[in-house]
């Protein structure tokens, strides 16, 4: 069983038991939209955190969750995101490549707040958490101003499926009884090696990661009447 494989029967194991355990009068929904930037790491961005900011593109999604109490949710979000790279910003500078890919993301998560937070917590006013989860995305790839192409290297442009694991941590502030601002470092590692557009023959190249900061805005619902 491969690691996607693994980690999506985790994600599954973990929310059965937590919905077991679930406490009715603590639970609530929390969802919102969120807008951030995105930047990879890849055959052509090479060296990525010098670059952080020169080839940063925005993304922009929504996301919903349900937590069972004040720590453990389990939610999911969609997400259109944009990603660039050029070899002048790189180490392979004479080969002139660049790449701009635009992915649209649908992910499941669970997310573990390190202390207690939420609707029913009036005290708390901010928490740190962790997410975890996995997803797929579509990815739509161009590639531009090639000057040199080795022979060993084939194009894939066009648009491909990819399963990815998805990681974050983040903060959330409390604006209000039912409402959140939630600051989140965001990352995700695909399946398999197609986010710039093209492949080395014969070789296994290493998985392609994204990632990026987002800002959330989140609304706190109760579920029953009652539980205030």
Do not use: C
């Not at 990879?40 to 952080?52: F, Q, V």
């Not at 944009?82 to 992910?107: P, Q």
């Amino acid at each position: 069983m491969g690691i996607f494989k693994k980690a999506a029967v985790a994600l599954i194991l973990i929310a059965f038991s937590q919905g077991g355990l679930a406490q009715g009068r603590l639970s609530y929904w929390e969802f919102g939209p969120f807008v951030g930037t995105l930047s990879s790491s890849s055959e052509i961005a090479t060296d990525p955190i010098p670059n952080i900011f020169r080839e940063a593109r925005p993304q922009i999604g929504v996301q919903a969750e349900y937590f069972f109490g004040p720590y453990i949710g389990i939610g999911g979000n969609v997400n259109l995101g944009w990603i660039y790279a050029a070899d002048e910003n790189h180490t392979n500078v004479r080969r002139g490549l660049e790449v701009r890919s635009s992915l649209a993301t649908a992910e499941l998560h669970l997310t573990v707040n390190l202390w207690s937070y939420g609707r029913f917590r009036r005290a708390t006013h901010w928490v740190p958490y962790f997410a975890l989860g996995g997803g797929v995305a579509a990815v739509q790839t161009y590639n531009y101003g090639s000057q040199y192409t080795p022979s060993n290297t084939t194009f894939t442009e066009g648009t491909t499926m990819n399963g990815i694991l998805n990681f974050g941590i983040g903060a959330k502030f409390k604006l209000s009884l039912t409402q959140g601002l939630a600051i989140e470092l965001n990352g995700s590692i695909m399946h398999s090696d197609r986010l710039e557009g093209f492949r080395y023959d014969g070789v296994e190249n290493a998985p392609d990661i994204y990632g990026g900061l987002r800002v959330r805005y989140s609304f706190m619902s109760i579920l029953k009447r009652g539980t205030y």
